[in-house]
Nanobody, 115 residues
Framework: QVQLVESGGGLAQPGGSLRLSCAASGIIFSMCTMAWFRQAPGKQRELVAVISSDGGTNYADSVKGRFTISRDNTKKAAYLQMNSLKPEDTAVYYC?????????WGQGTQVTVSS
C-alpha cells in the first residue's frame, strides 16, 4: 500500500521560511519522480516543483529562486525548502509521487503566510 505523509506546514510571516517533508512507503522510492503541488482556496491545484529519480529539478516561475526541492532516497523522503515566503504562497501543499506510471498523493499540509 502506497502512502505519502506530509509534514512541516504551518504559519509563517512574510519573508520567513518553512520546510515541508514527505515520507513515502510502499513504493520503490529511488525510481519515483517526486513533486510538490499546491492549491489555494478557489484555485486549481498547481505544480510547484518536481525532482526526477536522477535528481533533475524544475520549478514553477513563481517560486524559482525561493523554493528548493530535494530528496533522500535512503530515507524515502522528499523535501521542499521554502524561503522568502509571500502571502500568495498560502495554500495546501501536496506531495506527489509517480510510481510505475501511477500518481499517488499525500493528504496535504496547510501553509499560511501572514503577518
Amino acid at each position: 500500500q502506497v502512502q505519502l505523509v506530509e509534514s512541516g506546514g504551518g504559519l509563517a510571516q512574510p519573508g520567513g521560511s518553512l520546510r515541508l517533508s514527505c515520507a513515502a512507503s510502499g513504493i520503490i522510492f529511488s525510481m519515483c519522480t517526486m513533486a510538490w503541488f499546491r492549491q489555494a482556496p478557489g484555485k486549481q491545484r498547481e505544480l510547484v516543483a518536481v525532482i526526477s529519480s536522477d535528481g533533475g529539478t524544475n520549478y514553477a516561475d513563481s517560486v524559482k529562486g525561493r523554493f528548493t526541492i530535494s530528496r533522500d532516497n535512503t530515507k524515502k523522503a522528499a523535501y521542499l525548502q521554502m524561503n522568502s515566503l509571500k502571502p500568495e504562497d498560502t495554500a495546501v501543499y501536496y506531495c506527489n509521487a509517480i510510481h510505475r506510471a501511477t500518481p499517488y498523493w499525500g493528504q496535504g499540509t496547510q501553509v499560511t503566510v501572514s503577518s
